[in-house]
């Protein structure tokens, strides 16, 4: 199932409008609901859920890029978890004056926020593309009912909007946006963290003047099994036309975990200790398909889609560690505090820190060449500008 622009093309001044005066108002009674079943029985719900529908379900889609832009041998490609944009300024110096950045022809953006209060309410894709000159499609995901996980809800102000998604910016043109819904891994109600919605991909054609490629920005569910994950990817994949040229990318969070529930999580953290610590580094975080994801990237070769040569194999998207205040308080909203002088224990040799490879692409009828990832990109502060690595690749007809 894929969900195309409604009928009635709804701006994004109008979606907007909706959010301000039919669902903000409402967000804290909302909020108050302990599960997505709660939250459906209430009639305050009921009586709203044409609206969520609407907003959930529209595309944003906006051209800033040029009408007319040349052709190339080679077009480059960028997958980016931005983080919700919490750094946008610094990312918008590097994507002017990173070699690497500032050459790309599309980006595929995940974890873009639309006015929340953690990236100073501002509209993240729109920015981008506005600032950078691209054309840009953004799909909701959620709607947020508070200010977010973690030391997110400690943010100065409130959300004007709660908006957030995935994006797909261009610098040639794009045509036929579509959003692709995908199913909940948890219930998003549960928790401090209170969201309406589901992730969903953002597909769109590219119009390069000598080949059309149906490209596709993917934020696949991390509080999940490995087989939602790759039931998520096989929703995105049956949405695809079953011939031409596609390239995927973005966030997998293909982290060997079952995060379903937070005793899964441990009883698996448990299993990898036992397994030793480097051997799960090196073969397992660093090769998710040897073993843990394997059923995700056998599908996509089952579908004919080329993940070997689109990626840099075995090199870390994401280093987490455990003593960085941002992730401590993250991982802290759902695995116990007792958990956590163990998780150090196992990581003593490392010096607290965890690579895993989380960001992929993957290719369809197209030749992929120079797959990268981008490490270590801070603002002139010093400060990384993400918790991921960018990557990037580049494509030419097949």
């Known amino acids: 199932m894929h969900v195309e622009a409604a009928e009635k093309e709804w701006s994004a001044a109008e979606i ?40 959930l379900d529209t595309p944003e889609i906006g051209h800033f890029g040029p009408a007319d832009p040349p052709a190339r041998r080679r077009y480059r490609f960028l997958a980016w978890n931005v983080e919700r944009g919490i750094q946008l300024d610094g990312q918008l110096q590097a994507f002017r004056s990173h070699e690497y950045l500032k050459s790309c022809d599309v980006l ?126 096989q929703t995105i994949l049956d949405a695809l036309p079953p011939r031409g040229p596609v390239v995927i990318g973005g966030d997998w969070n293909t982290t060997t975990y079952n995060s379903s529930t937070a005793f899964r999580a441990i009883m698996g953290y448990c299993l990898r200790v036992l397994m030793g610590v480097d051997n799960v580094i090196r073969n397992h975080y660093l090769h998710p398909y040897n073993r843990f994801e394997r059923e995700l990237f056998r599908l996509l070769e089952e579908r004919g889609f080329d993940w070997h040569r689109a990626n840099r194999l075995g090199e870390p998207t994401i280093c987490y560690e455990f003593e960085n205040p941002r992730m401590f308080h993250g991982l802290a909203e759902w695995v116990p505090l007792w958990c956590f002088p163990f998780i150090r224990w196992a990581l003593r040799n490392h010096d607290g820190k965890c690579p895993l490879k989380l960001d992929w692409f993957a290719a369809r009828e197209v030749q992929v060449d120079n797959p990268v990832v981008i490490h270590g990109l801070r603002d002139a502060g010093g400060a990384p500008l993400s918790d991921h690595d960018a990557v990037g690749l580049d494509i030419s007809a097949a």
């Open 16 to 55: 907007r409008d909706l959010i301000r005066t039919r669902l903000r108002p409402h967000y804290a009674a909302l909020a108050q609901c302990s599960s997505t079943r709660e939250l459906q029985s209430l009639p305050l719900y009921r009586e709203l859920a044409p609206v969520i529908g609407r907003v």
């Open 108 to 233: 595929l953006i995940t974890e873009t926020d639309v006015g929340m209060a953690r990236s100073a309410n501002r509209d993240v894709a729109r920015t981008l593309a506005r600032e950078l000159g691209y054309h840009y499609a953004f799909a909701p995901c959620y709607i947020n009912l508070v200010k977010g996980a973690g030391m997110e809800r400690r943010v100065d102000g409130e959300n004007e909007l709660g908006l957030h998604g995935n994006a797909l910016l261009s610098r040639y043109p794009i045509r036929r946006v579509r959003s692709i819904p995908l199913a909940n891994g948890i219930d998003k109600m549960r928790g401090r963290e209170k969201r309406i919605g589901r992730q969903a991909a953002v597909w769109a054609e590219i119009h390069f003047p000598n080949l059309v490629v149906h490209a596709v920005s993917v934020h696949l569910d991390a509080n999940s099994t490995q087989r939602h994950r790759r039931d998520q990817m």
